[in-house]
């Protein structure tokens, strides 16, 4: 079975750079037709689905984000990393990294991680 785990701060100043990780385990980021990607929940608020990097390299971002927000890989330690520049207190949510199939079931999250931007 597939297990994700966020790492990374919980607590970031604004204007600085949030940079979270997620080790794969159990599982291969070079399966073809999976998808590794970042969704946030702020509190009170939905979903929201940041971006994704594919088993390939290529990588897909929200509109929304995509200025600010960059995902890349590390297969030789089974990781994927967010970095999400000048964050500021819209920014705190709770952070899930989760593996998509090619079918865009999202079969596997991580237990999220609680990330505060504040001074």
């Known amino acids: 079975q597939v297990q994700l785990h966020e790492s990374g701060p919980g607590l970031v100043k604004p204007s600085q750079t949030l940079s979270l990780t997620c080790t794969v385990s159990g599982g291969s980021m070079t399966t073809y037709f999976d998808y590794w990607s970042w969704i946030r929940q702020p509190p009170g608020k939905g979903l929201e689905w940041m971006g994704a990097?594919?088993?390939?390299?290529?990588?897909y971002y929200s509109p929304s984000l995509k200025s600010r927000t960059s995902i890349s890989p590390d297969t030789s330690k089974n990781q994927f990393t967010l970095k999400l520049s000048s964050v500021t207190p819209g920014d705190t949510a709770v952070y899930y990294c989760?593996?998509?199939?090619?079918?865009?079931?999202?079969?596997?999250w991580g237990q999220g991680t609680q990330v505060t931007v504040s001074s």
């Open positions: 989760v593996r998509f199939r090619g079918d865009f079931v999202g079969d596997y």
């Open positions: 990097i594919a088993s390939s390299g290529s990588t």
